[in-house]
């Protein structure tokens, strides 16, 4: 409880991180897109602006998650934090769709006909990339310690937005030398990183959704872990399922046949216990015991 009670904290407390960095980031986004006439900037702080909606997302997400298993949901409700990541990666899609297709219409009206953006566009591009790298470092750091798939597509959310800017200063810088294209090209960009990431977030998403195995790495690491108990002779089965951020383990270990009863079970309690210890994103294990025939 105490574990699912500290997930909880730290994932809502990024979060909230995020909603004031992207609150004051979008707003002066904005305000430097208005005043020095740049129609990218404008656009990499409508993509700022959605990132605030997905951190209440992933906020949602995570606590609907942490609730304790009941009648309807016995085996809890960690799916819904891959529920949340779905519904951030559709909400980050649209935003590129819009900023793509407004890009487009600007290039069809004539973009020589818009105004040379100023320097403060140019400067906003900076500070928005150094801001949004940061942000993705730090919301990546907790994702992968409390192994949370939201926080991870809030993390590419942020980098997503990093990139756009890395977008919009090239567009921002080829216009004010004489080349106004420039600028709603360096939108379309932005509008094709959105799409890459939001891509990203709802395959890894999904996968843990329709009960995806672990990498051959972590399975292999829980069979070394199996091993390390003296008695077990084998491993005749290991299967694995992600559920939401959780692991569930099915697994089939070989004991001397002429063992008794209360010793394979002692055994196999063991196994268990040292597997929850030595992997905390184990939510379940099932542990049955095979004879060895040989």
Known sequence: MEQTINFEKTATKVSLVSVVGNTILSLLKLLAGILAHSGAMISDAVHSASDVLSSFIVIIGV?????????????????????????????????????????????????????????????????SIAVKEAMYWYTRFYAKRLNSPALMANAWHHRSDALSSVGALIGIAGARLGYPVMEPIASLVICLFILKAAYDIFHDATAKMVDHACDSETEQRLADCVLKEPEVRGIDRLQTREFGSRIYVDLEICLDGELRLVEAHAIAERVHDRIEREFPSVKHIMVHVNPDEK
């Not at 609730?67 to 409700?77: I, L, M, S, V």
């Not at 407004?102 to 500070?127: C, D, F, H, W």
């Open 63 to 127: 606590k609907l998650s942490v609730k304790a298993a009941d009648r309807e949901h016995p085996y809890g409700h960690e799916r819904f934090e891959c529920v949340a990541a779905i519904v951030l990666s559709v909400v980050l899609a649209v935003t590129g769709l819009l900023i793509g297709w407004r890009a487009i219409e600007t290039i069809r009206a004539g973009a020589e006909a818009q105004p040379t953006p100023g320097l403060l566009a140019l400067i906003a591009a900076v500070v």
